[in-house]
């Protein structure tokens, strides 16, 4: 399905694109990128961290409705790494969109997103009402678990990717 | 010099270059605990600084049992990545500033947990925050340049 001629005509508009050229052209253009991407995954997984061992009990003694300042954060530093990896992909589209373990991680960061999505919409208001040392109910630690799983294998699969190349 | 040779001549100086897998695992484990440590490092630096002030500074002493954790994980595997080329590590200088960088960083932490719990002005208290999350990007950056220069 995502065979060379589905994907090579996206690919070369993403080659094509001022950014890449950028990307290619300026020698530090791809290290500096790289820092940003890591300083953004330190960040958003920070943030993340701040949230789910909230949820998940270990935390308790963080008033819940504090942690969820740290949501705002998580996005912005999700911003910061969407976009570096966006410099990324107008770089090397040819060598990532065949890549399995670039595949893998974009359909965890969308099952990411989803999971973030039902625990803003399902557990968010909810969650705001915790006293200080109560528990979360099972639902939400569910939710927070899988959160910090997903982020673990999306940084996994991201180190891997050069190492999957054929 | 001869205990860098020794160390990357040993077991795990081979296993890290010869085996297949080996490599991107360790590799991964120091991101992951890169995450883990800087994640903690850089939330309560942000509370520090003022941002979601009504948290307690103090609740976060159970989250710096994470962060140490994701310093363990990094210790272990960067001292397995280490043995990959020691004679080269050892004397690059980004190498150097990433271990100086790393070293300052967990040493302001400390200073700045205490300043917290102390009676110290919030005017330094802040600023050795700021130092302290500096140095930790520092690190990073430092890191990173270890794999281009």
């Not at chain 1, 940003?36 to 009990?57: K, P, Q």
């Amino acid at each position: 399905m995502w065979d060379y001629d589905t994907y090579a005509p996206i690919a070369s508009w993403f080659e094509s694109t001022w950014v890449g050229e950028q990307m290619r052209n300026i020698f530090w253009m791809f290290p500096m990128m790289e820092t940003f991407h890591f300083i953004g995954l330190t960040i958003l997984f920070g943030s993340l961290l701040v949230i789910d061992v909230r949820v998940l009990g270990f935390g308790r003694f963080i008033n819940m409705r504090a942690a969820m300042h740290f949501i705002p954060v998580a996005i912005g530093a999700f911003c910061i790494n969407l976009l570096s990896g966006l410099a990324f992909l107008c770089a090397d589209p040819f060598r990532y969109f065949p890549n399995v373990a670039f595949q893998w991680k974009m359909g965890l960061i969308l099952i990411a997103g989803i999971n973030a999505l039902w625990f803003w919409f399902g557990e968010h208001e909810e969650l705001k009402q915790l006293a200080d040392g109560e528990d979360a109910d099972f639902r939400a630690k569910v939710i927070a678990g899988l959160s910090l799983a997903l982020w673990v294998c999306i940084i996994v699969l991201g180190r891997f990717m050069p190492y999957v190349e054929y | 010099m001869g205990f860098l040779v020794w160390l990357e001549e040993g077991a795990l100086g081979v296993f890290i270059r010869e085996s297949l897998w080996g490599y991107p695992i360790v590799l991964s484990s120091h991101a992951v605990g890169m995450a883990t440590v800087m994640g903690v490092v850089v939330a309560l630096n942000f509370r520090v600084l003022g941002y979601a002030k009504d948290i307690s500074a103090l609740a976060f002493d159970k989250l710096f049992l994470v962060g140490w954790a994701g310093f363990i994980i990094n210790l272990i595997s960067g001292l397995i990545l280490f043995c990959n080329t020691p004679t080269t590590y050892f004397f690059q200088g980004s190498f150097q500033l990433k271990i100086a960088f790393i070293v300052m960083g967990g040493i302001l932490m400390k200073v700045v947990m205490n300043s917290v719990r102390g009676d110290t002005s919030e005017g330094i208290t802040k600023l050795l925050s700021a130092a302290c999350i500096a140095c930790w990007f520092g690190g990073v950056i430092t890191g990173r340049l270890m794999a281009y220069v």
